[in-house]
């Protein structure tokens, strides 16, 4: 394994991504997630939260091509994949530009992917399954090494719900809290004026990176893994065997990331990000850390790997308690409702970790209604 990739990758981009991106670590690590599993990534979040910005900058410290749109209900496939040359159709012969267009990219950012029509729809699809684009008789053959989508809803029309399973990882990226405002505001001020990275690592390092993956060993987590899909099901994500086996990509490139040629069970953080559903995001992140804590001396983990420390639920109770008792104060400012909205979301997010699955439902069933109660 060439560890000088692993090595500039992890220090030059990687690092220097999440010192420029306030909060945004966790994006960061699945951008070269899936970049190095060749997989594609979906963020689930409102807009203004850098998701463009971050791909955009990986891309380019990568020194590789990147095609951005953001699409409509009324975009046309003409302006994803390339027009019509009128000269050469004149002629007789239907030839697509693609120059600058997505059929030439390497990494590609579609924003509000759920809004497209059905033309393009079915074009993603072959592009995310084949990494191929067909127009007429003509076949492109893509140099795409992954393809990146968000949208602030989740879909729930069956022909969108195909191209949604196309994307094996996916991320709830939310806006950063009140605490990290003054961080966010210094960076984003500083981003203004930053110079593009420094090409650390090459598109065709990380292809090489990429190439060894089914020479990564997977036996000692082959166990812990089969137990761990079928935990999943019982949660009610729909993780087909597809998905199971495409997933073994995901733990293959932590531990390439990690510097090893071997997978450890520590490799399973990877399953935090697989989710169908809003509602699921919660559950599954306890699921996984929970297998996580029985695996917390693996060597060599990612930083994902990390369980967060176990919050105190009677604290989480009482906190609750007093927010509960401030609600009763109908003469409240919007400022202090939006204040109080902004506890609750702490506490839920707390409440999250909570391993005791009956603790965490009450807790979380308990932040909705207050969420509720302030509309």
């Not at 495409?246 to 990331?257: G, P």
């Not at 609750?344 to 009450?362: C, G, P, T, Y």
Request: some cysteine.
């Amino acid at each position: 394994m060439d560890n000088g990739v692993v090595h500039n990758l992890r220090r030059d981009v990687i690092g220097r991504l999440k010192e420029r991106f306030v909060g945004r670590d966790e994006v960061v690590d699945l951008i070269a997630l899936a970049v190095v599993a060749r997989e594609h990534l979906f963020l689930y979040g409102p807009p203004g939260t850098a998701k463009s910005a971050l791909i955009r900058d990986f891309a380019q410290a990568v020194e590789g091509r990147y095609f951005e749109y953001l699409l409509t209900r009324f975009s046309e496939p003409n302006e994803i994949f390339g027009p019509i040359d009128i000269a050469r159709l004149r002629e007789g012969a239907v030839v697509t530009v693609t120059t600058g267009m997505l059929p030439e990219a390497e990494f590609v950012f579609l924003d509000e992917l759920f809004n497209a029509n059905s033309a393009i729809l079915n074009n993603l699809l072959t592009v995310l399954n084949e990494r191929v684009y067909r127009r007429g008789a003509e076949t492109h053959r893509l140099p795409l090494v992954s393809l990146f989508s968000a949208a602030n809803h989740l879909p729930d029309d069956e022909t969108l719900r195909a191209l949604f399973d196309r994307f094996l990882l996916r991320c709830q990226v939310k806006n950063l809290r009140r605490e990290a405002m003054p961080a966010l505001l210094a960076a984003g001020w500083g981003l203004e004026t930053a110079p593009p990275l420094p090409i650390a690592v090459h598109v065709e390092g990380l292809t090489a990176l990429s190439a060894q993956i089914p020479q990564v060993g997977l036996g000692a987590v082959l166990e812990p893994y089969m137990d761990t899909v079928f935990k999943i099901r019982d949660l009610g994500i729909a993780f087909s065997d597809r998905r199971a086996v495409k997933s073994l990509k995901l733990i293959a490139a932590s531990a390439l990331l990690c510097g090893r040629q071997s997978a450890n069970p520590a490799d399973l953080w990877v399953l935090r990000y697989v989710w169908d559903r809003e509602e699921q995001i919660d559950a599954l992140a306890a699921l996984i850390n929970g297998v996580l804590e029985q695996h917390a001396r693996e060597p060599d983990r990612h930083p994902l790997a990390a369980v967060p420390a176990q919050p105190d639920g009677e604290d989480l109770a009482r906190q609750l308690d007093d927010i509960d008792k401030q609600l009763q104060d109908k003469a409240l400012s919007l400022a202090a409702l939006s204040r109080l909205k902004e506890r609750i979301a702490v506490v839920a997010d707390q409440a999250a970790w909570l391993s005791e699955a009956n603790s965490r439902k009450f807790l979380l069933d308990r932040a909705r209604r207050c969420l509720e109660q302030i509309g």
